[in-house]
C-alpha cells in the first residue's frame, strides 16, 4: 500500500496560483504513476493530470487544465506536485492524488485531500 498526504490548497483569485503536494510513503518502489484528481459539489471525480513516476517524462492533462497546470515529482522527496497558474472558479474542488501500480488499471492509495476554491 501506498499512504499519500496532499497539501498547499488555499483560497485564492481568479488568475492566480497554487502549488498542490502529495507526499507518498510506504510501498513506493511499486508505484508506476501518479495522478491528480479533482471533485467538484455535485460532478463526478476527474482526472486531472498525471505524471510516470519514475522517469517523470509522460505527462498527461485534462483538456480544461492544459496549459495552465503543471505536473512534476522529486523521487528523493517521494513528492508529486502539481503547479496551478491562472486559476479559474471552475477549477474549485476537492483535489486528490493517487498512484497506480505497473499492474493495475486504476488508482488507489487516495489520499484526504485537500480543498481548492478560486473566487471570481
Known amino acids: 500500500q501506498v499512504q499519500l498526504v496532499e497539501s498547499g490548497g488555499g483560497l485564492v483569485q481568479a488568475g492566480g496560483s497554487l502549488r498542490l503536494s502529495c507526499a507518498a510513503s510506504?510501498?513506493?518502489?511499486?508505484?508506476?504513476?501518479m495522478g491528480w484528481f479533482r471533485q467538484a459539489p455535485g460532478k463526478e471525480r476527474e482526472l486531472v493530470s498525471s505524471i510516470s513516476w519514475r522517469s517523470g517524462d509522460n505527462t498527461n492533462y485534462a483538456d480544461s487544465v492544459k496549459g495552465r497546470f503543471t505536473i512534476s515529482r522529486d523521487n528523493a522527496k517521494n513528492t508529486v506536485y502539481l503547479q496551478m497558474n491562472s486559476l479559474k472558479p471552475e477549477d474549485t474542488a476537492v483535489y486528490y492524488c493517487a498512484a497506480r501500480s505497473i499492474t493495475d488499471v486504476s488508482y488507489s492509495g487516495w489520499g484526504q485531500g485537500t480543498q481548492v476554491t478560486v473566487s471570481s
Open positions: 510506504g510501498r513506493i518502489f511499486s508505484v508506476y504513476r
